[in-house]
């Protein structure tokens, strides 16, 4: 088992700290392609790097996009929120990563959970 650590902004960092977020969304990319179920991600505040949760990999959900991850993966989970949910686009993750990234890499959905 190996341990991640991943940076994030600190709107999905409180999500992800507070439990409503349980997957984070990412490219599938060669850093990404080295995470199994079982292992831990250090999240880590952009903003306030001393700010960091661990939590463990439960599951791992690969897609060629985004727009094929939003049709199959519950968007609450992935940090929508009930007053949100409604304008919920992949076209929102663009934001991070472009077509072409996408295209290339394939992207990931990560389900962690509390140690």
Do not use: W
């Amino acid at each position: 088992m190996a341990e991640h650590i991943m940076k994030l902004h600190p709107g999905p960092f409180a999500k992800i700290k507070d439990g409503s977020k349980t997957i984070e969304l990412r490219l599938y990319d060669e850093k990404r392609r080295r995470i199994s179920v079982g292992d831990t991600i250090q999240f880590v505040n952009t903003e306030d790097p001393a700010d960091m949760v661990c939590l463990r990999v439960r599951d791992l959900f690969v897609f060629d996009s985004f727009d094929e991850l939003y049709k199959h993966l519950p968007l609450m989970e992935c940090g929508y929120s009930a007053e949100d949910i409604h304008t919920a686009s992949p076209i929102d993750m663009e934001v991070y990563y472009s077509k072409e990234e996408q295209k290339q890499y394939g992207v990931i959905g990560i389900q962690i959970a509390p140690l």
